[in-house]
């Protein structure tokens, strides 16, 4: 699993920080979330291949998280795409969506399924070969919602002496990599335990903006191996996130500590802030393994490069 | 009177090309004309001060003119603007931007004067102290209009050795400027042709996208020193033109000729050149001032550099 931060901004983009937007490669499926503006151009100046996004996920209807998307649905449909998109969005969504394709004489060559998001429990909204997607409502000034991409759990590998010893048949190892014990020409039953080890543990990714602090979030988010949480303000600011929604950076740093998370990216920064290694430095007096979005850049989820 | 090229690409933005968005420059003062999407990166890109443009003509409603506008409007009020932003769009804009406005929760801080643009006919738009804005109807898929930006006709300039040998009083020379005769203290009427010298001739530069070719298109922009005209396609693709209500390379040139511009710039380019030097040497076997716009080029009206 790897995330790329196609934006890091929150809603006045600088010279160097976009509006909200990641990509995040899940075995070569990608998962495009939220679409701020000048996604497409990012996609393309990071050579992401546009025919390998099937699913967007909007987390809430504030521009910065979404003026992207009738563009890139409009170059996806000139592209000549036919695969239906997943559109994935907060109810209200629904409705002005085909209106303002209407007002603006979209006609897309594909399908949109729209999948609304809605209430104030943690949903399963995807469910494909490799992971589950979970959202979870967040606390913003309009309807927000995080997600949750948690990789399914991985085939056990086999131990290579074991298929000699035990002259397991090729037609078998498939079974067996997913827990199966086998049984011999001679009836003897091998367990489980003595033909694999564990397979690479599955890994996790969750996307928290926009939001304030609440208790309650870590919950949804217990054990994520990635943490990213906006940071729009450093804490000094204290009583603007709490006025505008927003977390700082102690507030991220307590959700991460909170869920016990791997390592926490922070990002949604203020443009007030030309360098960001300050809020990093404030939020790892509480969560330690803390580092900063950059545009452009690609993280490995479960590897925690300090930077 | 300088233009610079924010976005030169057609629907589909490229590395190099961003969505239709021209910044003029007409004494000082900004006009944007399109606003495609990342038009306000591009603009901070390019050192454009946000707080100079007053006035934003959008030419029709087709998404990569107008896709950076929502984004656009916001940032100007997270800047703290307080001055109105005159709008000049399609009159069926007027309806859906309110709604638009509401469906992303924008609040804007400054007050929008929509100015609607319909007709069959050009109509004076603006009038300020040194230019006049005169729209005119293209044609395309959605009702579009073309922009006619005039200078007023400057003041003339006085020859010095008349002040001296009339003995002229510093407070008439703005009168004289502006064509006033002079009587002296002996009473000899003294003709302005005595007096002054004309000023430097006014400039006009004109924005034509998208359309198709008609014959009265030239007539809108009769002797503009700069046609700003789309050129969407090469001439082997006039049928693919003509059923997407585009331009050609002959289609522009030939407008340009008919109308007696002084040079012709052509841009809209679709994303299948990488290369759009053929595209202008076609213009010129029909007229041969054309040059290719260029995503971050500035221009001065009036003056042609063979690019």
Do not use: W
Request: hydrophobic share 40%; aromatic share 12%.
């Amino acid at each position: 699993m790897k995330v790329t931060v196609l934006g890091s901004s929150s809603a006045l983009p600088t010279s160097e920080r976009y509006p909200s937007a990641h990509v995040l490669n899940a075995h070569e499926r990608l998962f495009l979330i939220d679409c701020g503006e000048g996604t497409q151009m990012q996609l393309r100046r990071n050579r992401i291949r546009f025919g390998k996004i099937n699913h967007i996920f909007i987390s809430h209807l504030h521009g910065d998280h979404v003026f992207g998307l009738y563009g890139l649905l409009s170059t996806f449909s000139l592209m000549g795409r036919v695969a239906p998109v997943y559109l994935y969005a907060p109810e209200s969504f629904q409705g002005m969506f085909a209106s303002h394709l209407a007002d603006f004489d979209i006609h897309l060559n594909y399908e949109i399924v729209f999948i609304p998001l809605s209430g104030k429990d943690p949903v399963n909204i995807l469910d494909d070969k490799y992971i589950t997607v979970t959202s979870f409502p967040l606390q913003h000034r309009v309807p927000a919602f995080g997600f949750l991409f948690a990789e399914k759990p991985l085939d056990r590998n086999i131990i290579k002496e074991s298929i000699e010893r035990y002259e397991i048949p090729t037609v078998r190892i498939p079974a067996i990599k997913k827990g199966e014990d086998f049984v011999t020409m001679d009836g003897v039953l091998i367990k489980n335990d003595d033909l694999t080890v564990p397979g690479p543990a599955p890994l996790s990714y969750a996307y928290c903006s926009d939001t304030k602090y609440f208790k309650r979030l870590s919950s949804f988010v217990k054990g994520v191996d990635l943490l990213y949480h906006e940071a729009t303000f450093d804490m000094s600011l204290e009583d603007l996130a709490k006025t505008t929604g927003h977390s700082t950076t102690i507030d991220a740093a307590k959700v991460a500590s909170e869920a016990g998370a791997g390592s926490l990216m922070i990002g949604h920064f203020s443009a007030r802030y030309k360098d960001v290694m300050p809020l990093v430095e404030e939020a790892r007096k509480i969560f330690p393994k803390t580092f900063a979005a950059i545009d452009g850049h690609s993280y490995e989820v479960g590897s925690y490069a300090d930077s």
